[in-house]
């Protein structure tokens, strides 16, 4: 499949989340994100990365399906130079075509950590203005997305189902 050949489901075939969790557990990761591509479209479907070493692995199984997969990547303002440097050349070396960096909101910063300290006094509020809130912002427009999580960690990841937010709402 490339990117011109995806169609959307029509909506009474769209496959409920536990179908497709019991259809796609075995499945390769690019058939799994053909698969997402293919049930929500393009426009509703977008893939979570920091562009870590290990992200890079997901992100290339994404281009080779589709480069232009909307692609979130969180800027939460305590990332290193190295780390941009790193994201702008995988970027660059996978062709990614629509990567959209989200940043937290100025004004909050301003109201809740406006000396960059928050992380030493309360690090949950520090994590929910810098991760939770901007992630949640940026996939609104979304009906399904793609992260790099995976169940061999163990924990609580050995439960997660591999396409629980792909279904229709």
Known sequence: MNAHTHQVLPEQTVPSAQELDLALRGAAPAEIIATALQTI?????????SFGTESAALLKVMTEVDPAIPVIFLDTGWLFEETLAYRDTLIAT????????????????????????????????????????????????????????KRFQGGLRAAIPSSSRMAKD
């Open 94 to 149: 996978l062709g990614l075509r629509d990567v959209r960096s989200i940043k937290p909101l100025e004004e909050t910063l301003s109201r809740e950590d406006p000396d960059r300290e928050l992380w030493f006094s309360d690090p949950d509020a520090c994590c929910r203005i810098r991760k939770v809130e901007p992630l949640a912002r940026a996939l609104k427009p979304f009906g399904a997305w793609i992260n790099g999580r």
């Open 41 to 49: 479209g393009r426009e509703r479907l977008a893939l979570v990365s």
